[in-house]
């Protein structure tokens, strides 16, 4: 039992470039989530999921796409870079309560 | 008026010492609360849930809800220094499964 696994740990992106973080649950959790935290800062909703094929955005949706085609997983994808994705971003699921990944240290440069 | 917010820390106390953490929100239909722990350079970790009013005690931790005052609180029994982490207060609607967060406290406890 993983948990819920991010992948990459660090990546370091120019600008207008794109990429996708992966994250995979083995838990079954029906709700996953995709938060970004900037230093000093809590925790902001980018992305959620209810459930397989149904996503909604949270509070910072802009500069961000996401999908669920599984139970298991729910990458977030990142088009055309800019300076302020420059971020740490947490991949989490629930219920119970959110277990969250280990978390995606982010650079545009 | 942010939603969440959590006293500005950092919050310094001695070895032993009770850490007292504030938390107040915003919208009233706000049904759940939870107090995470993180670890620099760490993902969030739950330590303690409440829904009711009152005190919830699970080991050192203590969590106390007002929901008239809109006011949740963490208290930290004889601090250890392992206890040294920023502490992030989260609430939750009853009909929602979004969880809006405050910037958190960073505790130190000194040895």
């Known amino acids: 039992n993983a948990g819920v696994t991010q992948t990459p740990k660090f990546r370091i992106l120019k600008i207008g470039q794109s990429m996708t973080l992966q994250c995979t649950q083995d838990m079954n959790h029906n709700y996953m989530y995709w938060y970004r935290q900037d230093p000093g800062m809590g925790l902001k909703l980018i992305y959620y999921?209810?459930?397989?094929?149904?996503?909604d955005k949270g509070e910072v949706p802009n500069g961000y796409n996401v999908s669920r085609s599984t139970t298991e997983d729910f990458p977030l994808r990142l088009e055309l870079a800019a300076p302020s994705q420059t971020s740490v971003y947490f991949c989490?699921?629930?219920?119970?309560?959110?277990?969250f990944g280990s978390g995606t240290r982010l650079t545009v440069v | 008026q942010k939603e969440v917010e959590q006293n500005s820390g950092p919050l310094s106390v001695p070895e032993g010492a009770i850490a007292s953490l504030n938390c107040t929100y915003s919208d009233r239909g706000s049904q759940s609360f939870f107090w995470y722990r993180q670890y620099s350079g760490k993902s969030p970790e739950l330590i303690m849930f409440?829904?009711?009013?009152g005190d919830k005690e699970d080991g050192r931790f203590t969590a106390q809800l007002n929901k008239a005052s809109q006011y949740v609180s963490l208290l930290i029994r004889d601090s250890q220094p392992s206890d040294s982490a920023t502490y992030l207060c989260a609430v939750r609607r009853s009909n929602d499964y979004k969880l809006s967060f405050g910037a958190g406290t960073t505790v130190t406890v000194r040895a």
């Open positions: 409440i829904y009711s009013n």
């Open positions: 989490a699921s629930s219920p119970p309560d959110k277990t």
């Open positions: 999921s209810v459930g397989a094929g149904i996503t």
